[in-house]
């Protein structure tokens, strides 16, 4: 983009009203990073409590996300479930029966590829640009402003969200048509999955053989078998640290439209079908809201025997 017009492209999203709809572990710090930017914003949450930090930063918490909608430029949601963005969209009290002709839609939750595409097509009908942008580099990430993003959409709605993608993320890119951003974030998926497996069977190997954690991870995490899995999750796995970056619930649910992606196309993807099942006996064991980093006390467990 050339410089003039990414100037005024960004002079032009200057004092945009921004809305948020979701505001948990993530969702908390981008709307947060975007009100550091400037711009003001609505918030609405299911459970109220969670806008408290947003609120005391100068945000207005609305009852509904129809509320949030009504008095927004830009709505951004990022919740947990396909359930959820169906009911913050489509339902009662729902943002597309809100939305203003002219303002613009952005779903950063990790959701069904054919969902986005129902947002897109019912936004267009109303007047209202649609993107559908899943992002990587969980609470870290989400507070630092280093996401990834991963978009699906027209590409001059793409370059209108920009500056605002700015405030959150680093690593930004138009994928292609909607749903194209849900699809990167399943390739996403499906390489965290293995990864992750590769982290806690590593990590425990290392435990049982007795050595120290964070220098197995100093000397392993700096060479061939470096990732981002070991260098931010298994240090906190090194700490007995499994409070949640991603939640493992969530997790589940990603590896699951996954698989059904997968099975639509004619793919077997036994390497995700093999980890998804230690992820639900961590669903099994209670374990379903700690972070994904969770698995190594399944496994453990499992070698415990």
Known sequence: MPAARKTSMENKMAGTRIGWVGSGVMGKSMCA?????GHTAHVYN???????????????????????ARNSDVIFTIVGFPVDVEEVYFGKD???????AGSVVVDMTTSEPSLAKRIYDAASGKGIAALDAPVSGGDIGARDATLAI????????????????????KNI???????????TKMSNQILIAGTMIGTVESLLYASKAGLDLD?????????????????????????????????IKHFVKDMGI????????????????MVQQFYIAAQAQGLENLGTQGLYKVLATMNAL
């Open 150 to 169: 991963m978009v699906g959409g027209e590409k001059k709605d793409f370059e209108k969200i920009l500056p605002l993608f700015k405030c959150m993320g």
């Open 33 to 37: 990073n975007l009100m550091k930017a």
């Open 258 to 273: 996954a698989l059904a992606e997968a099975r639509a196309m004619n793919l077997a993807l036994p390497g995700l079908a």
């Open 215 to 247: 220098e197995v991870i100093d000397v392993i995490g700096s060479g061939a078998a470096g990732s981002w899995s070991i260098n931010n999750l298994g240090r906190r796995i090194a700490k007995n640290d499994f409070n949640p970056g991603f939640f």
């Open 94 to 100: 729902g943002i597309l029966d809100a939305a203003a």
């Open 173 to 183: 890119q138009l994928m292609g048509a909607p749903g194209a951003g849900q699809h």
């Open 46 to 68: 299911r459970t109220r409590s969670k806008t408290a930090e947003l609120e005391a930063a100068g945000a207005v918490v609305c009852e509904t996300p129809a509320e949030v």
